[in-house]
């Protein structure tokens, strides 16, 4: 952090409390349904997750003049930097009209001789610093007294004026190349699965003979053994893996470890090396990923674990190209509501292609070798999204400070 002596002409080092007034929100009660449904925008930490936008407008839900009465929530203007207090801290955004929040806000209302764009980046980087004063063990959360300590170099308006305009100027330049990036990524994501599919198109349209998975294979599942019960958890030796791993093509780590009872009152199956497994349910893509086991390992029941039978005519490795190519078809075969799962029944009916076991090899291997090559270019695309990212923050901090210091 730069020392005072270093300060040019024109800057000094203020708090947050001294430049803004720091105003919390609140929450109407959620089962009163004459607050709810207003034209009073109000916004929530949900609101600002994956929210990339400067200036922010309302959230998801809104409340009524009797909602706002109701509580101690409070209306703050347009230029209002908001910034969450809790779960987590640090997602902020700019008002771009008056709104209001809950109580998982401590927001800024900047004073005259303060520009919010500039407060909006200065937070930015001093993120770090937010967090070390917050309190708590569990859910760490920022005070208002504490937000009001948060120090800041503070330069006349119209050199925050400049910071923010040449700021906004690199980093535009920034985004634009992380765009591209991400952009090529997902061009080459879908080269990867159409090259897969390519790979399993059946010569001169002459078919290949098919089976059910369940006449070649054991397909089974898990469980979850009771969280409540301590003697299921503590000291567990056994591991126990979850959906959300299958999104790698290997897993070599458990989620979790389960004791020996665990295993006996859940009727868990420890599943051998090599078992492949599908994930049945999960958050975003993962439902329909296959990946395979390294360990022996018990699973949860949003996986499917599939062994082939001894005499079954075709390779695991070939069969684990075919289910990962048919990623996208297979995610469309899932059922239910508000949260579409496949099940034990779907997975064992989907029909598998059995080519001649020698062309199985040379698929796989063909596969494999150019995979080696394509996942090289895709580590390197995703290292250069995570450099621009960090880059942003150094864009940022390398302004401010370099303005400051000069």
């Not at 958050?283 to 390294?294: A, F, H, I, V």
């Not at 469309?332 to 598998?352: D, E, T, Y």
Request: glycine share 8%; net charge positive; hydrophobic share 40%.
């Amino acid at each position: 952090m730069i020392g005072d002596g270093e300060m040019p002409a024109g800057w000094r080092w203020a708090t947050m409390g001294e430049v803004a007034t720091v105003v919390g929100g609140s929450t109407p009660k959620t089962g009163e349904a004459s607050y709810w449904g207003g034209d009073i925008p109000w916004i929530t930490p949900d609101d600002l997750s994956g929210f990339t936008d400067k200036y922010i407008e309302g959230g998801r839900r809104s409340i009524t003049k009797q909602g706002y009465e109701s509580c101690s929530v409070q209306m703050v203007p347009t230029g209002t930097v908001l910034f969450t207090s809790r779960a987590p801290i640090g997602y902020m955004a700019i008002a771009r009209n008056p709104v209001c929040t809950s109580q998982g806000f401590k927001s800024f209302v900047c004073g005259p001789d303060v520009d919010p764009e500039y407060v909006y980046w200065y937070l930015h980087v001093s993120l770090n610093l937010a967090r070390s004063l917050a309190s708590g063990t569990t859910f760490p959360e920022l005070s208002g007294k504490a937000a009001a300590r948060i120090p800041i170099p503070l330069p006349l308006l119209k050199d925050q004026r400049r910071i923010v305009g040449v700021i906004e100027e690199r980093l535009a330049i920034l985004d634009a190349s992380r765009a591209a990036l991400i952009k090529a990524q997902a061009k080459l994501d879908v080269y990867i699965r159409r090259r897969t599919e390519i790979a399993f198109a059946e010569p001169n349209g002459i078919p290949w003979p098919k089976l059910p998975l369940g006449e070649l294979a054991s397909v089974g599942t898990g469980s979850t053994p009771l969280r409540s019960q301590s003697e299921y958890w503590l000291g567990g030796t056994v591991p126990w893996v979850t959906s959300g791993q299958v999104n790698d093509d290997f897993v070599t780590l458990p989620a979790a470890r389960v004791t020996d009872v665990a295993v006996a009152a859940s009727r868990l199956k420890l599943w051998p090396r090599h078992t492949l497994l599908v994930a049945m349910y999960g958050e975003g893509r993962t439902r329909g990923k296959c990946s395979e086991l390294l360990i022996e390992a018990t699973i949860n029941q949003a996986c499917a674990a599939i062994v082939l039978n001894p005499d079954a005519p075709i390779r695991r490795e070939f069969l684990k190209l075919f289910l990962q190519s048919r990623y996208e078809s297979h995610r469309k075969m899932a059922s239910g509501g508000v949260q579409p799962n496949l099940n034990l029944g779907i997975v064992r009916g989907w029909h598998i292609p059995l080519p001649p076991v020698d062309v199985q090899d040379e698929i796989a291997q063909n596969v494999a070798a150019s995979s080696s090559v394509l996942e090289a270019v895709q580590e390197t695309v995703k290292g250069s999204i995570i450099r621009a990212s960090v880059l942003r923050r150094r864009v940022i901090s390398a302004e401010i400070s370099q303005r400051a210091a000069s």
